[in-house]
Each structure stands twice: as structure tokens, then as C-alpha cells.
């Protein structure tokens, strides 16, 4: 091992670079006439791609919002919008050097995040919750003994229930699917007993799937994470842009209609519903709008 | 730049450090993690390995006979293997061969990347072999038989010695690839060092460190094989002989 960190030290120095001190996004909105949002290609309803290069969902509709709002800020009678699709390895690092100015996606707001980039107001809240198939009898975490669990490379979501497996000693085997889609393979193929992950994607994933009866959601919520708009870090005017904006909306109420629009009505591309009402902690964040990381509501 | 190597002594469950590193009564940390990955790596890239050079050498030798039908199948095995992408092999394999063929359903996801990969890289030493032993002068194998020799005995005590020296430095390039490629088992679940990086760094957000620490293991991996095929290679030289001393 010690040999591995010399030699990863060694490689380290040789590609040392120092970030670049640049964040006044509002400032560089303005000279370029431009602003590039993040996107997710595929996070449930919170961030879609549509094909050729088009993106929609409910944080992508907010952030068009915003930056409208922005745009009238700045006095700009034009600005191009561009759409830079993102991963969850690299959506951090791209909006620490400017690649992206606002990320739209499904970013769940932390205490570790938060050292690197910050968040607008809390849009969306989201409940890590169980999948499994209608007739396999597990009905909740206790139920997991000895059954292999899925959940997607790259995601949090397992952390919550290794917490859980620790206080409840129940054991139980890990598997990882390379992305959703894989990981609801691994449970519609019976290589997995259950899948673990945000409820949002479970509820899409059930609706696309051939036979929607077949599955169900069950048990407890394992953790309950604030989603929200990541933007640079230390730049307070362009947060409060947009926050103003966001919170305007649920001032209005306008925030429900546009959920209403991604998680109730049919969204493309197979024109099914999640049919995922609103739930109780997402109506809250709307009502007393904040910026609360997720260390903060695991306290309650 | 900071960095933050004591990731690796966090646990996997609440991220904190933990005292000496490794984690103890069922509680694993990062580090812990990392060397059970390496471990898949290894497993999967030797396994594979073994089937490669097996199912590799018995398909190129089967191309170089006089046997039309022998040689139609060492030609239909190696173009069957090597015109279809790693990737989609390996979907092949642990995706749709089970459907197919039900009692595969309850074989470990493991053996089937094995097969996937194996077979994959047999494909290309049966190319390798077949070449070898292409590159010896025909007059080998006729003194061979005319000596009394079996074609069986032919390979075994004349053909095969000299094939298999001449083509040690491509097979070395074989062996190390397989290191590499194995990192596709990340794909049907298997939890080797690439899925490690993609995991541990979304859990601790110290991406860097993590995958420096990575790519440091699939160096040292392939290099070992690069330097024990090196010491084969030394060790089975026959001075005159191409592929012997220098």
C-alpha cells in the first residue's frame, strides 16, 4: 500500500494544477452572453433526455425558469442557453472549473458536497425506499437476511441500508448494476430479491417495466435526501439569484405545477406517468424554503 | 490541491476513521474494500486467463493441422470470438445464454464473466499460436513424421517447443491485456477494482485519491505478469534457437 501512495503522489505532482479563482457566474453570464446548465440523461423525471440533444424534466423546467429570471436580472435581451450532459462522477469536478454554470440533474445536497460546491434551495425531496417483486413476501428491511440487495454503481443509496443492516444485524449481499436500468434487470431476472434507490426511479422503472403489477415498493424510507440545483461555490449573487427565483415559485405555487407536470402526467419517451405525487417532506421544503444538507434532516 | 488519504481508513458505513486502518467485527473500510476489488481482479483475470491459454492454444494448433474439419472449426471458433466486442460478449454471456439455457441461471455471474473473457481472449492467442507455428519452416514438420513421429507427437516433441518460445513476447501483451480488460466485469456485478472506484468515490466524494490509488493496483498487476513472463521467457531459451539467446 505504501508503495501505491508514493507512486500515486509522485503521479499527482506531476498533473498538479490549481483551480481557477473564478466565481462570479453572474459577472461571466453577462461578458459571454452564454450560460451552460448540467443535465442528467437519464434521472426519472427530475432530468430527461429527450434525443437530439433536447433535455427536460422538473429540475431542468425550474433551472430555464431561473435563468430567465437571471437573464431579465442582467439587462440581456439574448442569451444562449446551452446544455451540457453530465455523469455523477464528473458533475462536481465540471462545475468546479467552469464547465457547467448551474447543474439541473438529481443531486442529493451534503455536508461533504457542500465543502466542494453549494446548492440552491432544497426543490425536491427524495425518499430512498425499497423495490421488490409483488409476490417474493419481503415486506420490509428486516426481511433482506441472506437476500442479494441491487442497487446502482455510482449512488448513495446503499449506504443507508449498510447503517441500517449494522443497527438491525441483518445481513445481506450487495449487488451493483451499472446504471438503473441494469440494476431493475437484476431484480426483474431474480438475480436480486430487491432494489434499493430513490423512489422516484423506482416508480419510472415499475411504470416502463412490461408487467407494472409484478412490483412493488415496500418497507420503511431508508434516508430522506434534499435534491437540489448545484451551482460554484462562494458566490453569493449569483446563489441568491437563484433562490429568489426558485422561492418565487413556490411562493406562487407555480413549483406544483410544474411537478405536477413530470411526476403526475405522462412524460416521454414512453409516455407512461411515475405517477409519484408530491410527498410530505417535498411540500415542507416548499413551504419554509432552506438549504438544510442531508446530515441535517437524518437528525429529526 | 488537498488531499485526504485516510479515506481509505474510513468504514463504509458512517465514513468514520477508523484506528489502524482496517475495520474489525463485520465493520469493513475503505482500504479492507480495496484489497478484496484487487482480489476480484486478480480472480477474474487469472481464471481467464487459464481458460484463454487453454481453449487459445487447442484452437490454434487445431487451424495448423492437415484435417479440413479441424481446421474449419479452429478458424469458426476464433472469428466467432473475436468479431464480436468484449462488452456485448460478456452481455452474451450473463445475460442471454442464461434464458437460454435455464440450469446456467444458478451459476455464479462470476464464472460466466470468467467464460466471457476467457473465450474472448482465446480467440486472439489461437491467432497468436497459429502464427507461431505458421513461422516454422515446413521442412520441421515433414522430418517430424518421417522419422516415425505420430502428428500428435510431431507438436508435442518438435512443432509446439519452438511455436510456443517464438511467440512468448505476444502472449506476454496477452496476459497484461487480460488484467486490463477484466475491468468489464464491473458491468454484470461483479465487485472488482473499476466498480470500486465508481462506488467509493460517489461515497466519499475524494475521487481522486481513490482512483490514483486504482490505477496504482492495475500497474503493479500488469507489471508482475510482464515481469513473470519475462523470467519465463529467460528461463526457457534455447541458445540458436529464434526466441533464445542473445
Redo the contacts between chains.
Keep these: 500500500m505504501k508503495k501505491t501512495l508514493t507512486l500515486g503522489l509522485a503521479v499527482a505532482a506531476a498533473f498538479a494544477f490549481s483551480q481557477p479563482a473564478l466565481a462570479d457566474t453572474l459577472a461571466k453570464i453577462k461578458s459571454s452572453g452564454s450560460v451552460t446548465m448540467g443535465v442528467r440523461e437519464s434521472s426519472g423525471g427530475l432530468s430527461f433526455v429527450l434525443g437530439d440533444s433536447k433535455f427536460a424534466g422538473f429540475h431542468v423546467e425550474l433551472c430555464e425558469r431561473v435563468l430567465s429570471d437571471v437573464r431579465k436580472q442582467l439587462g440581456l435581451t439574448r442569451m444562449e442557453t446551452r446544455y451540457q450532459p453530465v455523469t455523477s462522477q464528473n458533475r462536481i469536478p465540471l462545475m468546479q472549473n467552469g464547465t457547467v454554470d448551474i447543474e439541473c440533474g438529481s443531486t442529493t445536497n451534503n455536508a461533504a458536497r457542500q465543502k466542494d460546491v453549494s446548492f440552491g434551495v432544497t426543490t425536491y425531496v427524495e425518499e430512498v425506499r425499497i423495490a421488490v417483486k409483488a409476490n417474493s413476501g419481503i415486506n420490509s428491511i428486516a426481511d433482506l437476511k441472506n437476500k442479494n440487495v441491487a442497487t446502482t454503481t455510482g449512488t448513495t443509496s446503499v449506504q443507508h441500508i449498510r447503517k441500517h443492516e449494522r443497527s438491525a444485524g441483518v445481513d445481506f449481499k450487495e449487488v451493483f448494476g451499472k446504471d438503473h436500468a441494469d440494476s431493475f434487470l437484476l431484480l426483474e431476472s431474480g438475480r436480486a430479491d430487491a432494489f434499493v434507490m430513490d423512489g422516484q426511479i423506482l416508480a419510472g422503472n415499475i411504470a416502463k417495466s412490461k408487467n407494472p403489477a409484478d412490483f412493488k415498493i415496500v418497507g420503511e424510507v431508508l434516508s430522506v435526501e434534499p435534491i437540489a440545483i448545484m451551482i460554484r461555490k462562494d458566490d453569493p449573487a449569483f446563489k441568491k439569484a437563484v433562490d429568489d427565483s426558485l422561492i418565487a415559485m413556490m411562493k406562487s405555487g407555480e413549483i406544483a405545477k410544474i411537478y405536477d407536470k413530470y411526476f403526475i402526467q405522462p412524460i416521454p419517451p414512453a409516455n407512461k406517468p411515475i405517477g409519484l405525487p408530491a410527498s410530505e417532506a417535498t411540500k415542507a421544503a416548499w413551504a419554509n424554503p432552506n438549504d438544510k444538507p442531508m446530515e441535517a434532516y437524518a437528525k429529526k | 490541491?488537498n488531499?485526504d488519504?485516510q479515506v481509505f481508513c474510513r468504514n463504509?458505513?458512517?465514513g468514520e476513521v477508523m484506528p489502524r486502518c482496517f475495520g474489525n467485527g463485520?465493520?469493513i473500510t475503505y482500504?479492507d474494500w480495496l484489497i478484496s476489488a484487487w482480489g476480484w481482479t486478480l480472480s477474474v483475470a487469472l481464471l481467464s486467463l487459464f481458460v484463454a491459454l487453454l481453449f487459445g492454444s487447442i484452437m490454434g494448433i487445431l487451424r495448423t493441422t492437415p484435417h479440413r474439419g479441424l481446421v474449419f472449426l479452429g478458424n469458426a471458433w476464433t472469428e466467432l470470438f473475436r468479431n464480436i466486442p468484449l462488452l456485448v460478449q460478456i452481455f452474451l454471456w450473463y445475460?442471454v445464454v442464461p434464458?437460454l439455457i435455464p440450469p446456467l441461471?444458478d451459476v455464479p455471474?462470476f464464472l460466466l464473466v470468467v467464460m466471457g473473457l476467457g473465450l474472448f481472449t482465446s480467440a486472439r492467442i489461437s491467432e497468436q499460436v497459429r502464427a507461431g507455428i505458421l513461422s516454422l519452416p515446413g521442412g520441421q514438420r515433414m522430418a517430424g513424421l518421417a522419422i516415425g513421429f505420430t502428428l500428435p507427437q510431431t507438436y508435442r516433441f518438435v512443432l509446439l517447443p519452438m511455436a510456443f518460445r517464438i511467440v512468448i513476447p505476444p502472449l506476454t501483451s496477452e496476459s497484461m491485456n487480460i488484467i486490463k480488460n477484466s475491468a468489464v466485469a464491473?458491468?454484470v456485478?461483479i465487485?472488482e477494482l473499476t466498480?470500486f472506484a465508481?462506488?467509493a468515490?460517489?461515497?466519499?466524494?475524494r475521487?481522486?485519491?481513490v482512483y490514483?490509488?486504482v490505477?496504482?493496483?492495475y500497474?503493479?498487476s500488469a507489471f508482475a505478469i510482464n515481469r513473470i513472463m519475462h523470467a519465463v521467457e529467460s528461463r526457457v531459451q534455447v541458445p540458436g534457437m529464434i526466441g533464445g539467446g542473445k
Excluded: K, P, V
Design positions: 490541491m488531499w488519504w463504509t458505513i458512517d463485520g465493520e482500504l445475460h434464458s441461471r455471474s464491473f458491468a456485478s465487485s466498480m465508481l462506488q468515490q460517489e461515497e466519499t466524494s475521487g481522486i485519491e490514483l490509488a490505477t496504482g493496483l500497474f503493479i
